[in-house]
């Protein structure tokens, strides 16, 4: 499944929301997606984290097509390796990064916080510069 999918996020907030002002909460937001190889085992199967970017690259190179599930407001893939195991790709996107930053006007929490920095998301910044005034914390 996504990431971070959109009602899961929501249900976390909401849920956050009956324990503690609005003004006090961050909004996590995930740099990263992650590459499942098929078939899952629960307790056996292990996904590789992977950055937003390589898995733009991952679809290229095995000309998979990125779908983008509306539900869960996110993008996905399939693909075969090299060795014919498929695989599954989660990962995020401009689309799916704006549907969570949306979620701090509409709840009026405090901001967000990124987990991993250190994997490059140009489409992101990009994104928070056109919508936010951005400040250090």
Same mark, same amino acid.
């Given at each position: *499944?996504?990431?971070?999918? !959109?009602?899961?996020?929501?249900?976390?907030?909401? #849920?956050?929301?009956?324990?503690?002002?609005?003004?006090?909460?961050?909004?996590?937001?995930?740099?990263?997606? &992650?590459?499942?190889?098929?078939?899952?085992?629960?307790?056996?199967?292990?996904?590789?984290?992977?950055?937003?970017?390589?898995?733009?690259? !991952?679809? !290229?190179? &095995?000309?998979?097509?990125?779908?983008?599930?509306?539900?869960?407001?996110?993008?996905?893939?399939?693909?075969?390796?090299?060795?014919?195991?498929?695989?599954?790709?989660?990962?995020?996107?401009?689309?799916?990064?704006?549907?969570?930053?949306?979620?701090?006007?509409? &709840?009026? !929490? &405090?901001?967000?916080?990124?987990?991993?920095? *250190?994997?490059?998301?140009?489409?992101?910044?990009?994104?928070?510069?056109?919508? #936010?005034?951005?400040?250090?914390?």
């Amino acid at each position: *499944m996504a990431v971070a999918p !959109l009602p899961n996020v929501r249900r976390v907030v909401e #849920y956050a929301l009956t324990e503690m002002p609005a003004q006090k909460i961050w909004l996590g937001i995930p740099n990263y997606g &992650y590459d499942w190889p098929l078939p899952f085992a629960e307790g056996v199967t292990r996904a590789t984290s992977i950055s937003n970017q390589y898995a733009v690259r !991952l679809a !290229l190179r &095995y000309g998979a097509e990125i779908q983008y599930d509306t539900l869960a407001r996110s993008p996905w893939f399939r693909y075969t390796d090299e060795q014919g195991r498929e695989h599954e790709v989660w990962f995020e996107d401009a689309r799916s990064i704006q549907a969570k930053l949306a979620l701090i006007p509409e &709840y009026g !929490l &405090y901001g967000a916080g990124y987990w991993n920095l *250190m994997r490059p998301f140009p489409q992101n910044w990009l994104i928070l510069d056109s919508e #936010y005034n951005i400040r250090q914390g």
